[in-house]
């Protein structure tokens, strides 16, 4: 099991900028990935982005690509995520969460085993 703790929401004014800690501690090494999803009241969980802990390769969902940017310190076992140019439509509870299986073409919520208990975002428009 993997335990996840995530830091850095608030709130901020659109056109704005957040950086979203998740630190991992825990049987980390079983962990193909470390994920962010996202969660609007009365919307479904989805998925925003991820990254491998083994090489470099990160994961977006398109609403979010040039804007934010996930990154990880290894060492840490922490990995961030910076948002940029935030809109109202990001505003959202943010979860990390740790992939038990490799990348299968997509992420989804069935890929991440172990979540952590969220940080909220609201962006004022």
């Known amino acids: 099991q993997v335990q996840l703790v995530e830091s850095g929401g608030g709130l901020v004014q659109a056109g704005g900028s957040l950086r979203l800690s998740c630190a991992a501690s825990g049987r980390t090494f079983s962990s193909y990935a470390t994920g962010w999803f996202r969660q609007a009241p009365g919307k479904e969980r989805e998925f925003v982005a991820a990254?491998?802990?083994?090489?470099?390769?990160?994961y977006y969902a398109d609403s979010v690509k040039g804007r934010f940017t996930i990154s990880r310190d290894y060492a840490k076992r922490t990995v961030y995520l910076q948002m940029n140019s935030l809109k109202a439509e990001d505003t959202a509870v943010y979860y990390c969460?740790?992939?038990?299986?490799?990348?299968?073409?997509?992420?989804?919520?069935?890929?991440?085993?172990?979540w952590g208990q969220g940080t909220q975002v609201t962006v004022s428009s």
């Open positions: 990254i491998r802990w083994s090489g470099v390769t990160t």
């Open positions: 969460a740790s992939a038990d299986r490799p990348w299968g073409g997509s992420w989804s919520r069935t890929d991440f085993g172990s």
